[in-house]
């Protein structure tokens, strides 16, 4: 069973900046497709930033420029570096990868960006 574990949500002010970490129980070196997405109170999930292939970057534009995804095999561990944070940034982020066709989620971790 794979499991994904996200890691350094927290409460900050508006301006300021966290590193989310999401540890996976296997090796991620062949994982093609990696994500972070997040849902605040009332809305529906969406997509925040996709490291595919290992190198190739997508972010939503909502965070372009603020936030930066990484990754590291050794560690099998995904980063989202999260800079000059929004009081609309404030919701559960999760983490996602997929593997033989099935998505596998994290159970989450709160970001609160304090206005």
């Known amino acids: 069973q794979v499991q994904l574990v996200e890691s350094g949500g927290g409460l900050v002010q508006a301006g300021g900046s966290l590193r989310l970490s999401c540890a996976v129980s296997?090796?991620?070196?062949?994982?093609?497709?990696m994500g972070w997405y997040r849902q605040a109170p009332g809305k529906e999930r969406e997509l925040v930033a996709t490291?595919?292939?290992?190198?190739?970057?997508n972010y939503a534009d909502s965070v372009k420029g603020r936030f930066t995804i990484s990754r590291d095999n050794a560690k099998n561990t995904m980063y989202l570096q999260m800079n000059s944070l929004k009081p609309e940034d404030t919701a559960v982020y999760y983490c996602k990868m997929n593997l033989n066709y099935q998505a596998y989620w994290g159970q989450g971790t709160q970001v609160t960006v304090s206005s």
């Open positions: 296997r090796n991620i070196f062949s994982i093609n497709y």
């Open positions: 490291i595919t292939n290992g190198v190739d970057r």
